[in-house]
């Protein structure tokens, strides 16, 4: 073995290293993977805390040590929550929240990458963007809200760049962060192979920011989801959003916790997909513990 091949093994747990010098991994043991049971068990585990919480307040309520009028109980939420879909209300407006989000989330995950990867591959555009995006990134949310108004007016532009704007600056951080943070050794056993530009980053900077950039999106994603109700301030006729302002201002506690409920399982399930979309991607890891959706 010479001086390069014996420099890339001592850098075994470098996926892009192996594959660099042809030593091909064994596939991943299928038992990691999470049997049906097993997600089961998760699953049920995952939602002991609400339900718990859920059955306290119920005989909270029902015992007369409150009158559950300013936090309605579960079985109140329910009534709200399955004449809202009786009527296709509560899915006309999750429906019109998921098209912002998704829309919002793809413009913001587009711009972020581009840049945080400049950002992150060459010192110069560092130095010339890293300042100014970070001083952006301190503006509160409502802050952009009349600018945004102003611009692109009340419709559907305007809400889905401010969600834009909530979702670039945690998926830009991360992704920067985590091409700043990859292993210097790994980056030089590349130069000693001559790789070039593309093949550097496909081989050697993609493997090592992957994980971290999964992360980023996730928490980009719940960002945008916080975003979405300064958002559908702005002249939406619907929306979760659009219901929770309805419920505040007609002052009907049972729609507003029903319109944060709905918040809730719409937000975990896109969070869950967005997991189950990245899983693939990250097969090769040799983690001891793997996320599950």
């Known amino acids: 073995m010479n001086t390069p091949e014996i420099a890339a093994a001592s850098l075994k747990p470098a996926t892009a290293v192996a594959d660099i010098v042809g030593v091909r991994r064994a596939p991943a043991d299928p038992t990691v993977r999470p049997q ?49 879909w009786q009527s296709g209300e509560i899915i006309r407006h999750a429906w019109a929240t998921l098209a912002r989000i998704g829309a919002g989330f793809a413009l913001g995950v587009t711009s972020a990458t581009l840049l945080g990867g400049i950002a992150g591959y060459s010192a110069v555009a560092r130095a010339l963007l890293d300042p100014t995006l970070q001083a952006l990134r301190a503006i509160p949310s409502l802050a952009w809200v009349p600018l945004f108004i102003l611009w692109l007016g009340i419709f559907e532009t305007s809400k889905v760049v401010l969600i834009a704007v909530g979702v670039f600056f945690p998926v830009y951080l991360g992704l920067l962060g985590a091409m700043l943070a990859v292993d210097r050794k790994i980056v030089e056993v590349g130069r000693m192979f ?38 559908e301030l702005m002249g939406a006729s619907e929306g979760l959003g659009y219901l929770l302002i309805d419920g505040q201002q007609l002052g009907k506690p049972a729609e507003i916790v029903t319109a944060i409920v709905a918040f809730a399982i719409v937000g975990k399930a896109s969070d869950s997909i967005l997991v189950a979309v990245t899983a693939p991607l990250l097969r090769w890891q040799d983690a001891a513990v793997r996320e599950t959706p």
């Open 36 to 84: 049906p049971r097993e997600a089961a068990r998760r699953w049920l585990l995952g939602v002991v805390v609400p339900a718990g919480a859920a059955l306290l307040w119920e005989f909270a309520v029902r015992a007369g040590w409150s009158d559950g009028r300013l936090v309605p109980p579960p079985s109140r939420i329910f009534e709200e929550f399955t004449a809202l």
């Open 194 to 231: 001559r790789l070039s530009g593309p093949a550097m980053i496909r081989r050697i900077l993609l493997p090592a920011v992957l994980p971290h950039y999964v992360v980023a999106l996730r928490a980009g994603l719940g960002v945008g989801w916080m975003f979405v109700v300064a958002a």
